[in-house]
């Protein structure tokens, strides 16, 4: 009955509903009408390889599934695919799961930290040394100069006359420091 005088109403058959569920809709009978609507895929399920909101700078893949590659102290993701194709020596640290993330990135960079820090001393220390290795050569270098200077003086056993002799002097010993 109803609104359409003509039209006959027949309730869908269990076939037609089993029908309509394996072909990904749903429908509803409402006042006589039958109203067939999409279904939409169900969510993923969670994975806890899944990481959720960073994308691979390598291909864009989003989100990156499975292990990810963190490049230290820097805001660089690659997926595992793209880590295996990159030739270059930069220290990567690889994350299994997003719920490791946090940890394993400052467990890095607190490392790295640590690494350059000592690097840093060992360049001051190795500035030292050369600094300390530098004077003593010019030591030895004043120290033997001063020799030539003596020998010098020992095989002109005269006193230079005037400040012209003593300027060409100078310039020899100059010349041969």
């Known amino acids: 009955g109803g609104k359409n005088p003509g039209r006959r109403t027949v309730a869908p058959s269990a076939a037609f509903w089993t029908a309509l569920k394996n072909s990904g809709r749903e429908a509803e009978l409402h006042r006589d009408e039958l109203y067939v609507r999409e279904v939409p895929p169900p969510p993923p399920a969670f994975d806890e390889h899944r990481h959720a909101g960073v994308i691979c700078d390598g291909c864009d893949k989003r989100p990156i599934v499975g292990a990810r590659y963190h490049l230290v102290g820097q805001d660089y993701d690659l997926c595992g695919a793209c880590k295996a194709q ?15 993330a946090r940890r394993v990135i400052s467990e890095a960079t607190e490392a790295a930290q640590a690494a350059q820090t000592a690097a840093v001393a060992a360049a001051a220390q190795a500035s030292a040394a050369e600094a300390d290795e530098a004077d003593a050569a010019l030591q030895a270098a004043v120290a033997m100069s001063l020799q030539d200077l003596s020998s010098m003086a020992a095989e002109d056993a005269r006193a230079p006359d005037s400040d012209e002799e003593s300027a060409v002097l100078v310039e020899k010993l100059v010349e041969d420091a």
């Open 86 to 100: 990159d030739q270059t020596s930069r220290p990567f640290v690889r994350i299994n799961a997003p719920k490791d």
